[in-house]
């Protein structure tokens, strides 16, 4: 059974700067696309960054302030935030693809404020 638990939120001041952890298990990952979403309250979930074999995405607000990293030994998916600003609060999801299905962790909150 695929698990994907994230860690590594918090409260953090504008500015500043997190680095969100996803460590997965029960599965083959290693060609799978991961990644993370996230959902601020009263908005919908929208995607940060994936990363897949030789390929990463970000969203264009995310662009050039996050780094999507993946440890392809450890099945763990990291995101470095850089600058963050009181948008980036929300709920981080950790996500993975295995064929049509979407695996989700629970998420963990990520706070800017000061």
């Known amino acids: 059974q695929v698990q994907l638990v994230e860690s590594g939120g918090g409260l953090v001041q504008p500015g500043g700067s997190l680095r969100l952890s996803c460590a997965a298990s029960g599965g083959v990952f290693s060609p799978n696309p991961m990644g993370w979403y996230r959902q601020a309250p009263g908005k919908q979930r929208e995607l940060v960054a994936t990363i897949s074999p030789g390929r990463t995405n970000y969203v264009e607000s995310m662009k050039g302030r996050s780094t999507i990293s993946r440890d392809y030994v450890t099945n763990t998916v990291y995101l470095q935030m850089n600058s963050l600003n009181l948008d980036d609060t929300a709920v981080y999801y950790c996500?993975?693809?295995?064929?049509?299905?979407?695996?989700w962790g629970r998420g963990t909150q990520v706070t800017v404020s000061s």
């Open positions: 996500w993975m693809r295995e064929g049509t299905k979407d695996y």
